[in-house]
């Protein structure tokens, strides 16, 4: 028994009690001696019988403490041996110094005492001295580790039920869709009733037959929009499935010679029904903003995309082109200045286009700047020309200088790009309120937020092709200085390739508008010309070339070497002339230190799914990517993301 307990029951006051009782007798003796005596023997018997009585008290309680002593023991044992959870006590070296009998039937052996615990879960093995709960899978089980380093002490729980309703939780959530025939109006316009319905039946019998085969519920919205309604579980299926309704009406629509595809937008895991709509209709505004015929999918904050094998196909009207024109003319009035600018080491596109919009702001008469930070090889020679204007120079100003002239009404538009990361300046997008997007590109995931006007059309070659046809809808009769059209149509001659690539009719009209306007080709052709020690350098990159997957060129420049990004690109376009060659690829050191890759095809290989997932982005046979590191590491992860898609849907279409 503790000693407060016997001070508390056998203590002072026991003494005192005697002490009385003595004093007392003594008392009574003093009175009458023979009752003093009768009372000390009384008093010496309850003495005696104190003693004895405390003495078999404490046997008593001894005996009573062992049995329960035992039985606590007992119980704690039996306790430890039937907890629905394990527990593992280890040593310093990691191995098992003792379990409780549920890791013996878990691990379905007598012991595991002196096995390594990385053995007995490979998991902790990469997650050393971790203090947390860790997720594992022992055979079709799912087990909770929580490691406690400090104590040496492992828990092991059992989780199956909670992961699989977690699991069944995730996959019946809402998944909504909207799928979007491309162009309808313009792919059936020359055909009569009769045949147009006989494709669309054909097509929304695809559609409907794709819906039946994973269970979607399908419902016509209009004559080219539906809306589909499925949970998280089928959205996997369907991404497994790679969306093949896309290659199906593709296929279709090439039986009939009439180019009719699909844009499929899908989205799941949002917080709310109305952010959901939300989320699917951006997903397919970025599968169209990408030129259409692919799906775009958004499962929280996984952007995941499906398809765009085949290229934009060119709008033949340019109601949206006279639509934008007069939207941006207002947005010019309504400002005190236009600010300019292109995206990071900007090329004759960007800087044509510029110089396109610069023109329509002085036609309003209002102050139009480019930002430009300092002058890259790929537009030495445009800027050589542009000098011979001074006014025209004037207006090219640093990005400091952009800074101080950015008010709460400037418009800022930004040109060929529609990434803010992309931009040489992101400072002044913050401070802008008003910005305007013109870009030939397709969407990526990354885009500017917030802009006032977006012009973002993937079927056109070049941003000076848009630029150009917004000039002849912003004013009258505008007429363009020489140096001004003949930049724009250096812009779409690099972008084209000598309009050998990515052109249409409407390519052909913007450069006899701009011929019209005195753009001077020789000009053009003397920007274009090259040195020929810039020439063997090329041929010096190309002799490192290996063809892979039988029509995919690589070549990777030599350590040490660095190379202007012009001379990556036209190195790429070099490499893709060669027999055989569906696809070039080139990897090189940049003059800024970074890791370039220029990618380019014929439009049988979407370059820029490929270099999506190298960070980068671009066009369906143009793409480009930066990276950091160098140029073995750079060609190692290309040739992984290549057998990946090989391995997934094949790289050709």
């Not at 299926?237 to 296929?251: P, Y």
């Not at 008010?407 to 305007?436: C, F, G, N, W």
């Not at 030939?440 to 079927?459: D, G, I, K, M, T």
Request: a negative charge; aromatic letters at 8%; glycine letters at 6%.
């Amino acid at each position: 028994m503790p000693k407060f307990l016997i001070t508390r029951w056998h203590g002072m006051h026991q003494v005192w009690a005697f002490v009385l009782l003595i004093a007392m007798t003594v008392a009574l003796a003093w009175y009458e001696w023979l009752l003093g005596l009768l009372a000390l023997l009384f008093t010496g018997a309850l003495g005696v019988y104190t003693v004895l009585a405390e003495r078999a008290f404490r046997k008593d309680l001894k005996s009573y403490l062992g049995t329960l002593s035992y039985r606590v023991k007992k119980a704690g044992n039996d306790v430890i041996s039937e907890l629905p959870f394990g527990i593992i006590i280890y040593n310093e070296e990691s191995h098992v110094e003792w379990h409780n009998p549920y890791i013996a039937a878990m691990l379905e052996q007598e012991s595991a005492v002196g096995q390594p615990l990385a053995d007995l879960f490979p998991v902790l093995q990469s997650m050393k001295e971790q203090d947390g709960p860790i997720q594992t899978n022992l055979g079709e089980e799912v087990y909770e580790l929580i490691n406690k380093p400090k104590e040496r002490i492992l828990y092991v729980r059992n989780i199956t039920e909670l992961w699989e309703l977690g699991k069944r939780y995730e996959d019946e959530k809402l998944a909504l869709g909207i799928v979007m025939i491309d162009n309808l109006d313009e792919a059936t316009q020359g055909m009569d009733d009769h045949a147009r319905s006989a494709l669309l039946s054909k097509v929304t019998a695809e559609i409907t037959e794709w819906a039946q085969r994973f269970q979607l519920y399908l419902k016509r919205l209009n004559s080219d929009r539906f809306l589909l309604i499925t949970d998280q579980y089928m959205l996997g299926q369907l991404e497994q499935s790679r969306f093949l309704i896309l290659d199906e009406v593709r296929e279709l629509a090439c039986d009939s010679k009439i180019p009719v595809t699909l844009s499929i937008g899908f989205s799941a895991g949002a917080e709310s029904i109305i952010e959901l709509g939300q989320w699917t209709q951006t997903s397919l505004d970025m599968a169209l903003g990408r030129g259409g015929d692919q799906a775009a999918i958004k499962v929280g904050s996984r952007q995941s995309f499906y398809g765009g094998k085949s290229g934009a196909v060119e709008k033949r009207t340019r109601v949206r082109a006279r639509v934008v024109a007069h939207a941006l003319r207002d947005l010019i009035k309504e400002s005190s200045n236009v600010v300019i600018m292109g995206h990071k080491m900007p090329d004759m596109d960007a800087i044509g286009a510029a110089i396109g919009v610069m023109k329509a702001a002085q036609v309003f008469g209002k102050e139009a700047f480019v930002v430009l930070e300092g002058v890259n090889p790929a537009i030495q020679r445009m800027m050589d020309m542009l000098k011979e204007d001074e006014k025209l120079m004037k207006r090219f100003v640093s990005p400091e200088q952009a800074g101080t002239l950015i008010h709460d009404d400037t418009l800022v538009v930004v040109v060929d790009t529609h990434k803010a990361s992309m931009v040489k300046e992101p400072r002044l997008l913050a401070q802008a309120r008003r910005i305007v997007v013109i870009d030939h590109h397709r969407r990526s995931e990354e885009f500017l937020a917030n802009a006032l006007l977006v012009y973002l059309e993937p079927y056109a070659s070049s941003t000076c092709e848009l630029v150009t046809e917004l000039l002849q809808y912003i004013a009258d009769r505008i007429v363009l200085e020489v140096n001004e059209s003949t930049s724009l149509l250096a812009g779409i001659t690099v972008d084209t390739k000598s309009f050998s690539l990515r052109t249409g009719a409407r390519t052909f009209e913007a450069a006899s508008f701009l011929r019209r306007n005195g753009a001077d080709s020789t000009k053009i052709q003397r920007m274009l010309k090259e040195d020929i020690s810039e020439y063997v350098r090329k041929a010096d990159i190309i002799k490192h070339a290996e063809v892979v997957y039988e029509h995919v060129a690589i070549a990777v420049t030599e350590p040490g070497k660095k190379y202007s990004q012009l001379m990556i690109a036209q190195t790429a376009d070099t490499l893709l002339n060669m027999t055989g060659i569906m696809a070039s690829f080139v990897i090189g050191e940049r003059q800024d230190g970074l890791i370039g890759i220029s990618a380019r095809s014929l439009g049988h290989m979407n370059v820029q799914v490929v270099m999506e997932r190298m960070g980068g982005g671009g066009h369906l046979t143009n793409a480009a990517a930066q990276l950091e590191g160098t140029t073995a590491s750079a060609a190692e992860k290309l040739r992984k993301v290549l057998d990946h898609i090989h391995k997934e849907e094949g790289l050709f279409e």
